[in-house]
């Protein structure tokens, strides 16, 4: 559904503002050739209005030889930073930088961060990125959620359709997505609306079903029949089922990888905007499925790399699952139940 240039305005406005923009600091914003027209404009005339210093840097694709999806999360491999120092430099020279073309984790974009410059990712098509504009409440759900995470040792996850996970933790930080930077040396998606954080190391086991009617990123599908992945020393060591399952193998095996099928980050969705159904209406192509990573209540786990979260694994696979009607518990106390997120007072 189109959206006005006003509202896409005001939203960037918003984002701009929770992000702590001040008058002549500096924005660069980063395009590629997906890069939908209507946010880039928006996105110049909102950080040109707060007085901000405004850059724009266009970037090539790359990967597209290697990759099986157009999916811009589905190839892990090189970026465009890879080797391209005067791109680098510009950016660690920037306060900001508004990503919207797809960066993706890679050592550069850490060494960035490091010097204090955010990053800020935005490429849902703008009607997503209207319903889904972070306000101050998302951020302090969020936090409240890493606190949470972080005193805990242990994710267990439950479903009635046969998932029983567990997770030791501590190895590796939480991080929160809250869709806005308001920190230096912050990276964020607009939108989100979610708290993860890795297990440890090899140590993850047990069982997941991903059920009928639970979604596949980069597929970006529903399941139709389970699939069931047996979990042992932190990798899926089986992926059984039907079509799905063969579908997933086959994707999953053209990445000649062991470390793909490693479990990557594990998590809980606490974003009341995004909603389970969205992908149904939408092309597949239309959209990177953020709703489905951040609706309220999911329990998301992925497939893949560690290393954005400080860990040596590095893989070009990264599947992201979020599932339905699962309880996920830290330490053995419940903080969602059957999908529903327990730590909010209106939901007990
Ligand atoms: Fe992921």
Redesign the pocket.
């Known amino acids: 559904m189109p959206v006005s240039d006003y509202e896409m305005i005001n939203a960037w406005t918003q984002v701009l503002k929770l992000s702590k923009l001040e008058a002549g600091q500096t924005v660069t914003v980063l395009t590629g050739a997906a890069t939908h027209p209507q946010t880039l404009s928006s996105a110049l005339v909102a950080a040109q209005s707060l007085g901000a210093v405004v850059n724009r840097l266009d970037l090539l694709p790359v990967n597209a030889d290697k990759a099986l999806s157009r999916d811009s ?1 589905a190839y892990l491999g090189t970026t465009p930073l890879t080797g391209n120092n005067a791109a680098i430099a510009a950016l660690k020279e920037s306060d900001l930088v508004l990503d919207l073309m797809t960066l993706l984790f890679s050592a550069e974009q850490h060494d960035i961060l490091k010097t204090g410059t955010k990053i800020l990712l935005a490429v849902e098509p703008p009607e997503v990125l209207v319903r889904l504009v972070p306000t101050a409440a998302d951020r302090e759900r969020v936090i409240k959620a890493n606190a949470r995470l972080s005193r805990a040792r242990t994710m267990t996850v439950t479903s009635p359709a046969g998932t029983e996970l567990t997770c030791p933790m501590g190895q590796f930080p939480v991080i929160s997505e809250y869709g806005f930077v308001d920190e230096p040396g912050r990276w964020d998606h607009w939108p989100s609306g979610f708290v993860l954080t890795f297990p440890d190391d090899g140590k993850t086991s047990g069982r997941i079903v991903i059920d009928k009617g639970d979604i596949l990123l980069p597929q970006k599908c529903y399941v139709t029949e389970p699939i069931t992945l047996t979990v042992e020393n932190g990798y899926a060591t089986r992926i059984e089922g039907g079509v799905d399952a063969a579908l997933l193998r086959d994707y999953m095996s053209s990445f000649n990888d062991p470390e793909a099928y490693a479990i ?2 594990i998590g809980w969705g606490l974003q009341p905007r995004a909603r389970w159904s969205t992908l149904g209406l939408y092309d597949r192509e239309a959209t990177i499925g953020m709703d489905a ?1 951040a609706y309220e209540g999911n329990f998301l786990f ?1 497939l ?1 790399p560690n290393n954005e979260a400080g860990g040596s694994r590095a893989t070009a696979c ?1 599947i ?1 699952i979020p599932l339905r009607d699962c309880t996920v518990s830290l330490d053995g106390e419940p903080v969602v139940r059957n999908g529903k997120v327990l730590d909010q007072p209106q939901d007990n």
């Open positions: 999360l990557s980050h990573r992925s893949g990264h992201d």
